[in-house]
């Protein structure tokens, strides 16, 4: 199962990004500042595990920068999209 999730770009544009739902529940821990070990920990994974959803779920989200600031920053939008 995945989440189709809608994001608001500058120009207007809303491109659709598909997250599985573990992505999404690792990505929602980046955007809290959880390190992959804490996740990890959290989702009983391990790091590896962690750091292939952060780096693949990344790829899938519009923005630039490293994964982690790329997750933030998504997040941080769809949830200022959602209120």
Partial sequence: ????????GHSGYRPTVELSKR???????????FSSKRIAH???LSIRTVEEHIRT??????????????????FFH?????N
């Fill in 1 to 8: 199962m995945s989440l189709s999730l809608t994001v608001s």
């Fill in 23 to 33: 992505q999404r529940e690792v990505a929602e821990r980046v955007a809290k500042g």
């Fill in 42 to 44: 959290d989702l009983a």
């Fill in 57 to 74: 779920a990344a790829e899938r989200l519009p923005g630039e920068g490293g994964p982690r600031r790329r997750i933030f920053l998504w």
């Fill in 78 to 82: 769809i949830s200022d999209v959602d």
